[in-house]
C-alpha cells in the first residue's frame, strides 16, 4: 500500500478566488485575445513566483510595496537573500534537492521571514 506522501506532487487540487464579476469578464477577455486559458495562466503564474523569476519578483515587489506593510529593511532582506541564493546555485551548480535543504537550514537560523 503507497503511503499519501508516495503520490505527492501527482494529484491536482484547485484553486478558488472570489473577484468582481466585471474583473472576471475582463479577464477571460483578455485571457481568450492572448491565447491563454485561465488554467494555462495561473498555472505559469504560480511556477513563476515558486521558482523565482525574475520577471515575477518585479511584480511581487510592487505588490508587497502596494498591499503590504511589511518594512523596507525586511524586503532588502528577502531580496538580498534570494539573490545570494541564486549566486550560490551558479556557483556550486546546486541541485533543487540541495537549494530546499540550504533554504531549510536558512529558515532555521533566521525565522521564517
Not at 551548480?93 to 529558515?107: G, H, N, P, T, V
Amino acid at each position: 500500500m503507497k503511503k499519501y506522501y508516495d503520490k505527492y506532487g501527482t494529484d491536482y487540487k484547485s484553486l478558488l478566488i472570489l473577484i468582481l464579476d466585471k474583473l472576471h469578464v475582463d479577464l477571460r477577455i483578455r485571457l481568450r485575445h492572448d491565447g491563454f486559458s485561465q488554467q494555462n495562466f495561473f498555472t505559469t503564474l504560480i511556477q513563476m513566483y515558486l521558482s523565482n523569476d525574475e520577471r515575477m519578483l518585479e511584480v511581487v515587489d510592487h505588490m508587497k510595496s502596494v498591499l503590504t506593510n511589511r518594512g523596507k529593511q525586511r524586503k532588502e532582506k528577502t531580496k538580498k537573500m534570494i539573490q545570494k541564493g541564486k549566486e550560490i546555485q551558479k556557483q556550486f551548480a546546486l541541485s533543487e534537492e540541495d537549494l530546499e535543504d540550504i533554504f531549510d537550514m536558512i529558515a532555521q537560523e533566521h525565522g521564517e521571514l
